[in-house]
């Protein structure tokens, strides 16, 4: 009988990780347009303005009863605008990572977005999370008990080999599951 030979490959993704031509990986494909009729990005910062590139006072706050009345702030640049918007976005990620072994990791990931120019994120914090994540999944769907269970039922454990003739149901039982994703 055929004997399924590890390591040996049952799938291939189809989307590559750190794919700068995906379509998801691209800036600045939006026009202003676009990213407030689609998005309804319309207000999306307290300090500043990234459509028309001015600082955001109390006095030009939508919610100020001087709203108008005193013009618009500062013309900053696009640099200064991006550093005004990054920094509001690491003290508003905050609220969403208080506690936990996992606390620092947004705020690193936000400064690497901000500075790391497209190079690869890459921190041991990122990998335990998706290793708990695999782990502990319990759905239906989990991938990790979908290839247990068929390989499980498959294997010969007397002679300890796999038979190349079930190799689809590897593939399958990938296919039918739920890749994780954090």
Same mark, same amino acid.
């Given at each position: 009988?055929? $004997?399924?030979?590890? !390591?040996?490959?049952?799938?291939?993704?189809?989307?590559?990780?750190?794919?700068?031509?995906?379509?998801?990986?691209?800036?600045?494909?939006?026009?202003?347009?676009?990213? *407030?009729?689609?998005?309804?990005? /319309?207000? /999306?910062?307290?300090?500043?303005? !990234?459509?028309?590139?001015?600082?955001?006072?109390?006095?030009?706050?939508?919610?100020?009863?001087? @709203?108008?009345?005193?013009?618009?702030?500062?013309?900053?640049?696009?640099?200064?605008?991006?550093?005004?918007?990054?920094?509001?976005?690491?003290?508003?990620?905050?609220?969403?990572?208080?506690?936990? !072994?996992? *606390?620092?990791?947004?705020?690193?990931?936000?400064?690497?977005?901000?500075?790391?120019?497209?190079?690869?994120?890459? @921190?041991?914090?990122?990998? +335990?999370?998706?290793?708990? @994540?695999? $782990?502990?999944?319990?759905?239906?769907?989990?991938?990790?008990? +979908?290839?247990?269970? /068929?390989?499980?039922?498959?294997?010969?454990?007397?002679?300890?080999?796999? !038979? $190349? +003739?079930?190799?689809?149901?590897?593939?399958?039982?990938?296919?039918?599951? *739920?890749?994780?994703?954090?």
């Amino acid at each position: 009988m055929p $004997v399924l030979r590890f !390591p040996c490959t049952i799938f291939k993704t189809q989307k590559w990780m750190d794919d700068y031509s995906a379509s998801d990986m691209l800036c600045g494909d939006l026009s202003e347009i676009q990213l *407030k009729a689609q998005f309804h990005l /319309v207000d /999306v910062s307290t300090r500043a303005n !990234p459509y028309t590139l001015t600082k955001i006072t109390p006095f030009s706050q939508p919610q100020s009863m001087f @709203h108008g009345s005193r013009g618009e702030g500062d013309k900053i640049t696009r640099q200064q605008c991006a550093a005004i918007l990054f920094d509001e976005f690491r003290d508003l990620s905050r609220t969403f990572a208080m506690y936990g !072994p996992y *606390k620092p990791l947004i705020q690193q990931m936000i400064t690497h977005m901000q500075k790391a120019n497209g190079a690869p994120f890459r @921190h041991m914090l990122l990998d +335990r999370a998706l290793k708990e @994540h695999i $782990v502990n999944d319990r759905t239906e769907n989990s991938t990790l008990a +979908r290839l247990k269970e /068929v390989i499980g039922k498959n294997i010969d454990w007397g002679n300890k080999y796999y !038979p $190349v +003739r079930e190799k689809d149901e590897l593939k399958g039982a990938i296919m039918d599951g *739920k890749l994780p994703q954090i």
